[in-house]
């Protein structure tokens, strides 16, 4: 079923469903890899408010969890250069950060997001996405744990937006 928000139509793409059973194979690798290590969840706000809070209810080993935002402002002026936490709440000192993203495409969040959390003395980091559209992303950073692979075309719902719309569709719509 079509869905229209503002002035694009999506249609269906990944359903709810699959969404929530990817989640659990992605917890389970987690908790795998994350045992007995003194780890934090960071999610990186808005779109990855849906996928951390539902990666959570699968993954039972004890964490901290907290969330970021970007910054790229002086004042009331954008730099185009994202280069500030905003929010970090937790010491991160000595433990393994695990950035929880909603989409990798290009990658230059997620460079920049590493070089912020390596100026902390964490011990190790870990970069966690649902969706991941590999012909767009040119980055050599590691992508530990991957949701979905997916063609590099616009993609809306579960937390991801259209000009501020679309975030609350607990599934995934692509542009038609």
């Not at 269906?12 to 194979?25: D, F, G, H, N, V």
């Not at 080993?61 to 970090?88: D, H, R, W």
């Not at 433990?95 to 959390?117: A, H, M, R, S, Y």
């Not at 000009?163 to 995934?172: M, T």
Request: aromatic content about 10%; proline content about 3%.
């Amino acid at each position: 079923m079509e869905i229209q928000i503002l002035d694009k139509v999506f249609v269906p793409y990944i359903s709810e469903e699959e969404i929530q059973a990817r989640l659990k194979i992605v917890a389970s690798e987690m908790m795998h890899d994350l045992e007995g290590e003194n780890h934090v969840f960071i999610g990186v706000l808005n779109g990855s408010f849906m996928v951390l809070s539902d990666l959570m209810k699968y993954y039972k080993n004890p964490c901290e969890i907290s969330f970021v935002k970007m910054a790229s402002y002086e004042g009331t002026q954008s730099t185009n250069e994202v280069k500030q936490l905003i929010g970090l709440d937790v010491d991160v000192t000595n433990k393994t950060v695990v950035i929880v993203e909603d989409i990798v495409d290009t990658g230059n969040t997620i460079e920049v997001l590493v070089q912020l959390f390596n100026r902390y003395k964490i011990k190790g980091l870990k970069i966690a996405t649902l969706f991941h559209k590999p012909e767009a992303y040119k980055k050599e950073i590691k992508l530990d744990y991957i949701g979905f692979n997916i063609p590099d075309k616009f993609i809306v719902g579960y937390g991801l937006d259209y000009d501020k719309q679309g975030r609350n569709l607990p599934a995934i719509y692509q542009i038609k």
